[in-house]
């Protein structure tokens, strides 16, 4: 803490310049940037040590530092501003509303689906906004994107602004795009664009360890002793790295 002298006048300005600089909202909306860039528990901010670290600053008392609740309630009003903003957005773009969507997993193994869009604003500004992030608590079929992303596309307005949708060639977003294709009635082909760094990684992958893992494994029985199977892979790893950098 501040140790300021009640009798001295100079340390008595400080402390009103600082205390009339100081905006509590302001503080909590850091405090929430920070918790949620850094993925860190809500909780954290009942910590002894966090609170006294916080209380450094002059300008705070301790009912002024937020609970975990407020900071959810937070981050909810947060979002609920800003995807207005984001309409806003959509509604004014110069392009259709381009998609790309894929599964992500949080160091909890807690599953998500995270659903962009990307489009041209009125200024010629290229944009790509996560529009939603999902829970996925079902298997991850086909239907099931599909219908997180359906109501994200209906929850934005966007049924008439419909792009094209860049995804990776897994064989559920085969069916996904079916699914949206017969939803929102366009040319499945026509609207699918398939990710190209991911067909370099399968062929990458598969230039290195072979289209199958057994098979791999199967080749290298018929490569003499260790020392040679070792060597063996290394070769086989460099020619197939070699070949993704004179692709790229």
Known sequence: MLHADPTNPRDQTLVSNLRSSFDLTVNQLLLLDWFTYHNLPFNLVNSERFRRLLLYNPSLREEQIPSDRTLVNLLTNEYNRASQEVRVLLRKARSMVHFT????????????????????????????????????????????????????????????????????????????????????????????????PHFLNLAVRAMMYGSKSDNFDELLAHWGDKDQRSQQVKTRQARALACLVLIT
């Open 101 to 196: 969507f894929d599964g992500w997993t949080s160091r909890q193994n807690a599953s998500f689906l995270g659903i962009n869009a990307h489009f041209i604003d009125r200024d010629w500004k290229q944009w790509r906004i996560l529009l939603a992030l999902p829970a996925l608590r079902n298997r991850h079929t086909g239907a099931v994107l599909a219908d997180e992303v359906a109501d994200t596309i209906c929850a934005f307005d966007l049924q008439d602004r419909i792009g094209y949708y860049t995804l990776d060639n897994a064989a559920n977003n085969d069916t996904a795009m079916e699914a949206l294709a017969a939803e929102f009635d366009f040319d499945k082909d026509e609207r699918r664009i398939r990710c190209a």
